[in-house]
C-alpha cells in the first residue's frame, strides 16, 4: 500500500501510560484502517515487555521494532528500549539514543518524523506521563495538517504530559482514552475527502461560495487577510478544519463557522500556524555562523550598530537562536557593540509567549548544553531565556506585506514564510528585504525557499543554507504605505513609473524620504520605554552609548556615557513626573580624543489617548549649531 493511503498515529505516553494505552486499543476493532505506533517513555525494563502488555487488549496484532520495517495498517508497533524510532518512505527506523537529551524526549523526536512524512495522514495522541515530552512533536504534526489528541487531564493518571500539549493551543480534541479511537477513525474517512476539496476542478460552485463566505467571515471577525497566501494552503487548512469536526463539505463548514465564533479564532490559528524550534536546521545555522555573523562585526566601531530582523517570528525561538550568536561574537570584542533584534509576528498570542521566553524542558532540547547553560535559566519544568538575551530583542506586532519595513537592517531572518505565500507576495516580500537591508546585508532563508523572481536583488552565499547577500541594485517597488492591502486587490496603481518598473531608492515614497532626511539632518536620538529601557535608536545615536565590559546592558541610563548620565536620568525622572518636556543644557561629554557640548532633550508621549504614552524620545543636540525652540524644563547642567 503507499504512503499516505491510510493515517499513521502516534501514540505518546510515560508515566501512568501503560494504562491509558490499553484502554486506548481496547476500543480499536480488527479492521480501522489505521496504523499504531506505540512511544512509551519508560525504563527499559518496562519498555521491554510493553508488547506483550498491549497484546492481551489489543485486537490486532501488536509487534516490537526490531529492524526497518513497512507500516501496515491494522497493526501496532512498539518502540524497543533504549532505541528512537522514526518515520519515512512508509517505514519504521530505527536509531541508537545519543545522549540524555535524546532520551529525554523520544516523543517528539518521532512526532517530528511522522508529520514530515504523512503529512494529512498523520494524528497524535499524548496520553498520561509526566513532564513536557510530546509537546514540541506535535507541533510539527500540526503544521503539516494532521490531527492532535490530548487524554483529559482529569482521567490521566500523570496530567503533565496532557497539560503540556494542551498549552500549545493546538490540540483538537481533549477526551477520555476510550473516545479517542472513535474520533481517528472519524478523522480518517474525513481525510478521503480532502482531496476533492483541494482540487480546483473538484469543487463546485457551491463550495466556491461558501469559501469567499469563510475568507469574508474571517477578515470581519479577525481583520486578518489571506488574499497573499497561497490558495491551496488555505484550502488544506480548511479542509483539515472539516475533517477535525468530521463535516461532509465546505458549505457544511461554512454553517458551523457562522454559528460558532470561536471556530473562527481555531481556523485562524490553524492559518497561522509557524512550527519552530530553536537551530532548526541545523546545518544551516552553522554557516550562519561560520559565513555571515563574522561579516556582520567587521569593520566596525563601538558608535555602530547591528540590526537584525527576523519575520514570522512565531514564539521566538529563531530569535534567540540568531540572538545567541550574535551575543556570543559581540562578547569575543574588546567593547562590544550595540545589537539590536527585531522579532515581528502577525499572531498576537505567539508574541507573548515569545517575550515572555519561557520553554520547556523538550523545547530546549535542541539548545546545544554550552549554550543552555549559558543563556538560560533553569525553572521548574523549562527554562527561561536569561534577561541580557531577551533584552537585545524587541518584539512587535508587524505585517511585512502590509506595514512599513524596518531599515537599515544588517540581516534578515525570513525562515517559512516565503512557503506559504503565493507567487506575487513571495516576490513583494524579496523587494521588501531587498529595501529594508543596507547594500551588502544578509537574508536568511528556509530550508525549501528560495528567491526565484528576485534573483537579480541577490547574490548566493551558500546555496545549501540558503544564505543570500543583498546586491546594490536599485528597488523595484515602494515600500508598503500604511492603509494599503498590499497584493489584494484595493492597491491602487503605483504613481510614475509602472508597478515592478525598477525605480531610485530616492523615490520609494515621502515617508522613507522623511525618515532619511530626518536621520541625517535631526540630532541623534533614542526611544525609551516607562522603564527608560532603549527600544529603537536614531542611525547616529550609539556614539553616545559606552560599553565598559560584562554583560551589555539595555537601559540607557546605565548604558549612556558616564558624563551624560546624572544630567540624563534628572531629566528623565522629571519628564516622567511632570509630563512635560526636560531640556539639559550645556552637558560636555568626552568622545574619543574631544569634548562635546551638548543639549540633552527629553521629550515624553503627552497625549492621554495615544497608545505609545509612557515612551520617550531622548535628544542629542549640538547646542553649538542647534537651539531647541520649543519650551521645556530646564534641569542643571554639568558646565565643569
Same mark, same amino acid.
Given at each position: 500500500m503507499a504512503e499516505r493511503d491510510f493515517v499513521v498515529v502516534g501514540l505518546g505516553a510515560s508515566a501512568g501510560g501503560i494504562q491509558a494505552v490499553r484502554t486506548f486499543f481496547e476500543r480499536v476493532p480488527k479492521d480501522s484502517g489505521?496504523?499504531?505506533?506505540?512511544?512509551?517513555?519508560?525504563?527499559?525494563?518496562?519498555?521491554?515487555?510493553?508488547?506483550?502488555?498491549?497484546?492481551t487488549s489489543a485486537s490486532i496484532p501488536v509487534v516490537q521494532v526490531s529492524e526497518r520495517v513497512r507500516v501496515e495498517p491494522n497493526r501496532v508497533y512498539v518502540i524497543p528500549p533504549n532505541q528512537r524510532l522514526s518515520m519515512g518512505d512508509g517505514h519504521l527506523a530505527l536509531s541508537d539514543v545519543?545522549?540524555?537529551g535524546e532520551r529525554r524526549a523520544p516523543v517528539d523526536f518521532f512526532f517530528r518524523t511522522l508529520g514530515d512524512s504523512q503529512g494529512a495522514h498523520a494524528a497524535c495522541v499524548i496520553l498520561s506521563g509526566t513532564g513536557?515530552?510530546?509537546?514540541?512533536?506535535?507541533?510539527?504534526?500540526?503544521?503539516r495538517g494532521g490531527l492532535c489528541l490530548a487524554q483529559d487531564p482529569s482521567e490521566a493518571q500523570h496530567d503533565d504530559m496532557p497539560r503540556a500539549a494542551m498549552a500549545t493551543g493546538l490540540v483538537d480534541h481533549v477526551v477520555r482514552a476510550a473516545d479517542m479511537p472513535a474520533i481517528l477513525m472519524a478523522f480518517s474517512r474525513a481525510v478521503e475527502s480532502l482531496p476533492a476539496v483541494d482540487d480546483p476542478a473538484a469543487r463546485t460552485a457551491p463550495d466556491e461560495h461558501a469559501l469567499r463566505e469563510i475568507f469574508r467571515e474571517v477578515r470581519r471577525r479577525t481583520g486578518h487577510e489571506f488574499s497573499n497566501y497561497k490558495r491551496s494552503t488555505v484550502i488544506r487548512r480548511i479542509a483539515?478544519?472539516?475533517?477535525?469536526?468530521?463535516?461532509?463539505?465546505?458549505p457544511a463548514y461554512a454553517r458551523y463557522l457562522f454559528e460558532r465564533p470561536d471556530e473562527t479564532r481555531a481556523l485562524l490559528k490553524d492559518l497561522l500556524i509557524s512550527v519552530t524550534h530553536f537551530f532548526r536546521d541545523p546545518e544551516a545555522f552553522a554557516a550562519l555562523e561560520q559565513l555571515v555573523v563574522p561579516r556582520l562585526f567587521e569593520g566596525r566601531s563601538e558608535e555602530d550598530q547591528i540590526r537584525v530582523w527576523v519575520p514570522g517570528c512565531a514564539t521566538g525561538e529563531e530569535a534567540y537562536s540568531i540572538a545567541v550568536l550574535l551575543a556570543e561574537r559581540a562578547a569575543d570584542l574588546p567593547r562590544p557593540l550595540l545589537v539590536q533584534v527585531f522579532a515581528t509576528d502577525i499572531d498576537e498570542e505567539a508574541m507573548t509567549a515569545a517575550r515572555e521566553g519561557v520553554y520547556t524542558l523538550n523545547d530546549a532540547a535542541? $539548545? &546545544?548544553?554550552? *549554550?543552555?547553560?549559558?543563556f538560560f535559566v533553569a525553572e521548574g519544568q523549562g527554562y527561561v531565556v536569561r534577561k541580557e538575551l531577551r533584552e537585545m530583542i524587541l518584539f512587535a506586532h508587524h505585517n511585512i506585506l502590509r506595514d512599513p519595513p524596518f531599515a537599515h537592517l544588517d540581516l534578515v531572518s525570513c525562515r517559512n514564510l516565503l512557503i506559504y505565500l503565493n507567487p506575487s507576495a513571495q516576490e513583494r516580500l524579496?523587494?521588501?528585504?531587498?529595501f529594508a537591508l543596507r547594500p551588502g546585508g544578509y537574508l536568511f532563508l528556509g530550508t525549501a525557499e528560495s528567491i526565484e523572481g528576485r534573483a537579480?536583488?541577490? $547574490? &548566493?552565499?551558500? *546555496?545549501?543554507a540558503?544564505?543570500?547577500?543583498?546586491?546594490?541594485?536599485?528597488?523595484?517597488?515602494?515600500i508598503p504605505l500604511p492603509g494599503l492591502t498590499v497584493g489584494g486587490h484595493s492597491e491602487p496603481p503605483a504613481a510614475g513609473p509602472r508597478a515592478g518598473q525598477p525605480i531610485s531608492r530616492e523615490r520609494l515614497s515621502f515617508g522613507e524620504l522623511h525618515y532619511r532626511l530626518l536621520e541625517q539632518y535631526a540630532p541623534p536620538s533614542i526611544l525609551v520605554n516607562e522603564a527608560y529601557d532603549i527600544v529603537h535608536l536614531s542611525e547616529h545615536a550609539g556614539r553616545y552609548l559606552y560599553h565598559a565590559g560584562g554583560e551589555p546592558s539595555r537601559n540607557l541610563v546605565t548604558a549612556v556615557r558616564p558624563d551624560l548620565r546624572l544630567e540624563l536620568r534628572t531629566a528623565l525622572y522629571q519628564a516622567a513626573q511632570q509630563r512635560v518636556p526636560v531640556q539639559a543644557r550645556g552637558v560636555r561629554c568626552q568622545i574619543g580624543d574631544r569634548t562635546e557640548v551638548i543639549d540633552l532633550v527629553v521629550r515624553p508621549v503627552l497625549r492621554p489617548d495615544d497608545p505609545a504614552r509612557g515612551y520617550f524620545v531622548v535628544l542629542f543636540v549640538d547646542s553649538t549649531v542647534v537651539e531647541v525652540a520649543a519650551p521645556a524644563a530646564v534641569v542643571g547642567a554639568n558646565r565643569s
Open positions: 489505521l496504523a499504531y505506533v506505540v512511544i512509551l517513555h519508560l525504563s527499559p525494563e518496562h519498555e521491554s515487555h510493553l508488547a506483550e502488555v498491549l497484546q545519543g545522549g540524555a513536557a515530552n510530546g509537546s514540541m512533536g506535535l507541533k510539527r504534526v500540526k503544521e483539515r478544519r472539516i475533517a477535525v469536526h468530521q463535516l461532509s463539505d465546505v535542541d $539548545v &546545544p548544553p554550552e *549554550r543552555l547553560r549559558r524579496l523587494d521588501v528585504v531587498h537579480e536583488l541577490f $547574490v &548566493p552565499v551558500d *546555496r545549501e540558503h544564505l543570500f547577500q543583498s546586491r546594490g541594485v536599485p528597488a523595484r517597488i515602494p
